[in-house]
């Protein structure tokens, strides 16, 4: 994919909880030079009351709802952007489907799962899902089949620091070389 290519396009970042997407998303972003956004804060900004909240007070599929109807005003909103998904948005057959015909380039983040849970450990955000290792792992290996029907596929490393990631990304889907 060329660099004026990619401008026109929409790129989706994928990934369990912990792997780092929006932070590789904003790293991305500032080397691409496209807007990104995230799908959690966005809905937070929405609805005035972060994800883990929502969760909470009213369950998770009211949270799903809305997660798919936020991604799809996202999706009609016609700039470019990159856009980073919450770790189970990939994982719904409608949301997957939204993308596609949105045309969007899907990427997975992937690590193992010690890496995630060390970084979801060490984060001030709440994750209701990922609330014990048990369950959080179980989600892990459950979402792995559905994480790499993404068209591009990135293993982060744990020692390889977000901004190489997304140098990665913009060297391999964007065809811009930072070195
Ligand atoms: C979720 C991941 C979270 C957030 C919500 C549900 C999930 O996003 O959307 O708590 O189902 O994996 P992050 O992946 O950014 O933590």
Same mark, same amino acid.
């Given at each position: 994919? +060329?660099?004026?290519? $990619?401008?026109?396009?929409?790129?989706?970042?994928?990934? %369990?909880?912990?792997?780092?997407? $929006?932070?590789? /998303?904003?790293?991305? *972003? *500032?080397?691409?030079?496209?807007?990104?956004?995230?799908? +959690?804060? @966005?809905?937070?900004?929405? #609805?005035?009351?972060?994800? /883990?909240?929502?969760? #909470?007070?009213?369950?998770?599929?009211? %949270?799903?709802?809305? #997660?798919?109807?936020?991604?799809?005003?996202?999706?009609?909103?016609?700039?470019?952007?990159?856009?980073?998904?919450?770790?189970? =948005?990939? =994982?719904? !057959?409608?949301?997957? &489907?939204?993308?596609?015909?949105?045309?969007? =380039? =899907?990427?997975?983040?992937? *690590?193992? %799962? #010690?890496?995630?849970?060390?970084?979801?450990?060490? *984060?001030?955000? !709440?994750?209701?899902?990922?609330?014990?290792?048990?369950?959080?792992?179980?989600?892990? !290996?459950?979402?792995?089949?559905?994480?790499?029907?993404?068209?591009?596929? %990135?293993?982060?490393?744990?020692?390889?620091?977000? @901004?190489?990631?997304? &140098?990665?990304?913009?060297?391999?889907? @964007?065809?811009?070389?930072?070195?």
């Amino acid at each position: 994919m +060329d660099k004026s290519n $990619s401008k026109q396009k929409r790129v989706i970042l994928t990934g %369990f909880m912990g792997v780092g997407k $929006s932070t590789v /998303a904003r790293h991305l *972003s *500032s080397i691409v030079g496209m807007e990104v956004i995230d799908l +959690d804060y @966005f809905i937070e900004e929405k #609805e005035k009351q972060t994800v /883990a909240e929502i969760i #909470e007070k009213n369950g998770i599929e009211y %949270f799903r709802k809305l #997660e798919t109807e936020s991604l799809k005003k996202i999706l009609q909103n016609g700039a470019a952007a990159i856009i980073s998904l919450g770790g189970g =948005t990939w =994982t719904n !057959e409608k949301n997957r &489907k939204l993308i596609k015909a949105d045309g969007c =380039t =899907t990427i997975w983040l992937e *690590s193992t %799962f #010690e890496h995630c849970w060390r970084n979801i450990n060490s *984060s001030w955000r !709440e994750r209701p899902l990922a609330k014990n290792k048990k369950q959080a792992k179980k989600l892990f !290996e459950e979402r792995e089949k559905v994480y790499c029907l993404a068209d591009w596929h %990135f293993i982060v490393k744990p020692d390889l620091n977000s @901004f190489e990631v997304a &140098k990665q990304i913009a060297d391999e889907v @964007f065809s811009i070389n930072q070195n």
